[in-house]
């Protein structure tokens, strides 16, 4: 593996992609953060001297959001100030074809490896790409089999009456799950007055 990488490599950046995808994870997730964070050391010791993180996507989905950190990064790629790139999975660099072939494309063109937990991957290599290529189409298909579980979930909660989204201005969910009128007096005669006919 360490063949892979030049002195060509090792003379521009080393680029760390930091990134979970909902606030949620950002909560209750630290450890994925600790890791992902952890690469920089994986850099240096891999030879890198300078090693830039880009952490501007945290709590940002990869699915179609607009990902300025990824932005960042395709430009550093493109200028070819990246010698490589580093993320916990390859795959999580971009959730979705179009990106991750872009990725793969511009990393191809300027010489940038790719470097996750389980590897150095250079793109212009085929058996690299293959490889790459194909960590891509199953992080896509994760994705969508993840999307259509959730839809389901929803339509089956929707058939039994169990799907509750929003309720309207002037009722609380109660602990039972009913829908009650707000105990508050003022907001009770608001809605009365509402309902006054002039």
Known sequence: MMNKI???????????????????QLVNNPESRRRQ?????????????????????????GGGTARPGFERLLAAICTGGAGAVLANEASRLARNGRDWHTLLEFCTLVNTLIID???????????????????????????????????????????????HTSVAVGYLRSADDRLELDPDKRVREALHLGSVPN
């Open 117 to 163: 937990e389980d590897g150095i991957y250079d793109p212009k290599l085929t058996n690299d790409r293959l490889l790459l290529g194909m960590k891509g189409t199953f992080s896509e298909l994760e994705l969508s089999i993840l999307r259509q579980r959730s839809q389901e979930a929803l339509r089956l909660k929707a058939v039994r009456g169990d799907l």
């Open 6 to 24: 030049t002195p060509d490599h090792l003379a521009r950046s080393a680029y760390l992609y930091v990134r979970q995808s909902t606030s949620d």
């Open 37 to 61: 964070y952890a690469l920089a050391s994986r850099a240096r010791t891999l030879g890198w001297q300078d090693v830039v993180v880009i952490d501007d996507d945290l709590g940002r989905s």
